[in-house]
Each structure stands twice: as C-alpha cells, then as structure tokens.
C-alpha cells in the first residue's frame, strides 16, 4: 500500500518500480547494502584523513619546544639531518647557551618568570635570524633541556663567525636583561661541525662538544664565550676515556686507598694521616684523583667512591684494633655534599656500628669551595656530625673565595691550609707575617691548625715558629699503603 501525494489517499502500489526493471535500487535491501557501504568507505576515508592530521599534530608538537616555541631537540635533531642531506651546506657552527645559575633565577623570582626569560631569549634569536618572518637557510634554533639553548648556523669564515656569536650573546643579555628587568648571564660554548663524506653530520657529537666548550665557562668570571679547540678536545678524550674505564676500575679493585700522616711539630709523634684515594690502572701507573674525581663529579659516580673509601678507612682502623696496634685518627674527605646530612651521618654510622670503631678515630673534610655553597647547609652538615661523634675539618682553606669571616661561622674543629700558603711564606716576608696571623687567629678560635705540603726541614721551622700545631707533607711521609703506614704508625706513636 502507498500514499498518493496528489490525491492524497492511499493506493495498493508501492512507491518504487518493480523487480522487472533490473534497477539496483528497486530493491530497498540493495539501498540499505550502498547506504552501508557508502558510510564504510566515509568512515575509512575521515579515519585516514583524520589519522594523518592527528600524526601531523603530534609530530609537530613533539617537534615543537611548548614553552618558547622554537624546535625541540626532536625537532632539531631531524631537521638538521635532512639539511645536510640536501648537500647544500658543508660547515656549521654550533652554540649551546644557558643562563649561568637559572636554577636560582626560578626560585627568588618563581617558574613563571623563568619561563618569561626564556621566552624572551627565544624571541630575541628568532628576530635576529628570522626578522622577515621566514626562516633564514640553514638555521635551526632549539630549546634543550632547561635553560639550555642550540643554535645551529652556516658559516664560511671561521674567526668572523666567532666574533659575530660572542656579539650577539652580549646584545641578548644585555636586552633580555633590560627588557624583563633582572641581571642575568649567559654562557655559551660553540664548535665548528663539517658533514662527513657521506654528507651527514654528527649532531650528538657537536652538541656535546658544544657542551663541553660552554661547561669550560662554568666558574669563569670573565670568560662567557668559548669555542671548542684542539686542546680542549685532547683534554675532552682524555676525560671521556676515563670515564670509560671508571666501571672496570671498580670491578676489578684498581681504586687503593693510601694514607699520609699527620705530625705533631711539637712532639715529633704521630696524631692521625689523611686516607687518600688512587686509581692504580693495569700497567701499575697512579692515577691522580685530580684527573678522575672531577669526571665523577660531573657523572654523579663520585658518591660510589666515597663510599669505597669511606668503607676501606673503617675496615682498616678495626684490623689496627684487632692487631693490637694502636689507632689514630684518619681523615677521609667529602668529595661531594650530600642532599641529607642526616642520611650522610647515618651512613657513616652504620660502617661504624659494622666495625666497631670509635668516633673519635674519624675525621670528616669539607673541601673549602663547598663551604660558600649554602652556609646553613654547611652548618647543618657539620652540626649533625659533630652531634653523632665525628669531628670536621676544612681542606684547603685559602685556596679559594673564602673570607676570614667564614671561620667564625663554620664550626669546623681543624683548618687545613693550603701548601701555597707555605710556598709563599718561604720567600716572602709579606706572606710569612699573613701566615704567622691567620695560625695565631685561628688558634685562638680554638681550631686545631695544620699546613700541608710541608717538605723541607726550613718548612718545619717556620711553621713551628708560627705556633702550628700540625703538619702533612713529603718530608715526613708521602702517602703509603696500610702495611707501610702500619709500621709507620709503631715507629712513630
């Protein structure tokens, strides 16, 4: 039955014309079956179309930084790939930038102005080398991690382009600075990359080149800019190759720990030695910590050593009980500063609960540039060892910033001056009067006084002059083993 739109009554014939006609759609079940399959190859297409607009916006939002709006290392990363796929370019130079101290910057000041910072470097290089609003040939800007800035530019000659990168990071300071009204400073180091004979260029590498001529500028005060040379480079393969060996050197016990003693130059007897650590590689030849400790500074392995020797000093003074020999105190240094003093102390606690050894046996040194690096953590450091038993020294004073003041205020028990203090006083009346009052002041502090790199009989005779109380150097003993400083000790005791 249908309807008659004309008439508007209903009729006994259907709508649609009959079978007899061999039309596809008289059939209302082949309708239905060309709906379906035109919704089907709808859904196909939008999933593709919208598949491939969602993989577009992924990728550029991982190839964007969200913060300042410049590539991502992703980003950066694979543009410069394809760029020297495209042979045109053959020499580049490469610059990390950061800003010296961000960290400090986004806690007085807050993240969000932090991030106001770096967006206002971003917009400052994307002006410089991209004003007209396009993107100059060649030129890749990116963020990194933090404050950590890459810039990726084409060069012909060498020296101009050195002399144009140091200008530019003046100016950018200086306008950042101005314009967000705060003082910062920008360091930076740059290397000169080439693409290889296969027209790739090894991007990791140049960036931690980069990084390591920036790192170069880390404690300078006048020096901001760097550029990667050839001697930075043997220095840089000859840090990397040690960190190389560090793991193997661990395995296979290439670390010993040697101790040097300290004399009474009064009494001419034995009060204690510093343990010292050395990195005997597999041809016998020492390895000075001078070469290796600041590479485990620099990859956070330093704390593992530490603890090796921390461990060595406590095992050897319970043998010295066991063996009836009497003990004496042993210094070990602080090579680095724990984030927990607490949690420090209680390491050390539990080695000596393990070997039962007495407090008053273990000296703790701070070396003298960690001691401007927060005051009251210092403070805190060395209360909660004194509180646990330990006593606290500060190694090289003098050897860096540090003031007169700071002794009053760092509760340290014994003062270590730096040998060049005794250097200087050897040949000097000026630097003997300076030496011969800071050992009267700090006596009368109540520290115990100790100078280091003492070496001739002359030596001896001026310290004892200057009222010293204790004295580290070859002319008593270089650093021995324990078997020597065993004997040592008996000898001298």
């Not at 082949?30 to 939008?46: E, G, K, P, R």
């Not at 050897?426 to 003492?454: D, H, Q």
């Amino acid at each position: 039955m249908g309807f008659d739109y004309i008439s508007g009554k209903f009729s006994a014939a259907l709508p649609f014309p009959s079978q007899k006609n061999g039309l596809p759609w008289a059939n209302i079940w082949s309708v239905v079956a060309m709906a379906i399959l035109f919704c089907v190859v709808y859904a196909i297409v939008f999933s593709i179309i919208f598949s491939a607009k969602q993989k577009r916006k992924n990728q550029e939002e991982r190839h964007t930084d969200k913060v300042t709006g410049l590539l991502s290392m992703d980003g950066f990363e694979e543009l410069v790939e394809l760029a020297g796929r495209s042979k045109k370019i053959t020499k580049y130079l490469l610059t990390e930038m950061n800003i010296r101290d961000f960290a400090n910057i986004n806690k007085i000041y807050g993240s969000k102005e932090g991030d106001e910072i770096l967006k206002s470097i971003a917009n400052y290089l994307k002006k410089k080398f991209f004003g007209d609003g396009k993107m100059d040939k060649g030129v890749f800007l990116a963020r990194g991690y933090a404050d950590n800035f890459y810039i990726m530019q084409p060069i012909s000659e060498e020296k101009t382009s050195f002399d144009d990168m140091e200008i530019l990071q003046n100016n950018l300071q200086f306008r950042v600075g101005q314009d967000r009204n705060i003082h910062i400073i920008l360091k930076s180091g740059s290397v000169v990359c080439r693409l290889d004979e296969n027209h790739e260029l090894n991007l990791r590498d140049a960036i931690s080149k980069a990084g390591y001529a920036r790192h170069m500028t880390k404690d300078s005060i006048i020096e901001n800019f760097v550029v990667y040379n050839g001697a930075m480079q043997a220095q840089h393969e000859n840090e990397e190759r040690i960190e190389n060996g560090i793991e193997n050197a661990f395995k296979n016990n290439e670390f010993v720990v040697l101790y040097q003693p300290k004399i009474n130059l009064v009494t001419e007897k034995i009060e204690g030695a510093e343990a010292l650590i050395r990195w005997k590689a597999k041809n016998n030849a020492l390895i000075p910590p001078s070469l290796f400790i600041p590479v485990l500074e620099q990859n956070g392995m330093v704390g593992i050593l530490d603890q090796y020797v921390y461990k060595t000093v406590f095992k050897f003074l319970s043998h010295l009980q066991s063996e009836n020999i009497p003990p004496v105190k042993i210094s070990m240094n602080m090579s680095r500063l724990s984030n927990n003093p607490r949690e420090f102390v209680g390491e050390l606690d539990i080695l000596q609960t393990q070997y039962n050894v007495d407090k008053k046996y273990i000296e703790v040194e701070i070396e003298e540039r960690f001691a401007g690096m927060g005051d009251d953590f210092v403070c805190e450091l060395i209360h909660s060892l004194h509180e646990s038993g330990y006593q606290v020294s500060m190694d090289d004073f003098g050897s860096g910033e540090s003031s007169l003041n700071m002794l009053g205020e760092m509760p340290v028990d014994i003062v270590k001056f730096d040998q060049r203090f005794l250097k200087n006083a050897e040949y000097s009346r000026e630097s003997r009067i300076i030496l011969a009052y800071m050992i009267k002041m700090v006596n009368e502090l109540g520290k115990v006084t100790l100078c280091e790199g003492v070496e001739t009989e002359r030596h001896v005779k001026l310290l004892r002059k200057c009222g010293c109380r204790l004295a580290q150097g070859y002319y008593y003993s270089k650093p021995i083993p324990e078997d020597e400083f065993k004997k040592f000790i008996v000898e001298h005791i």
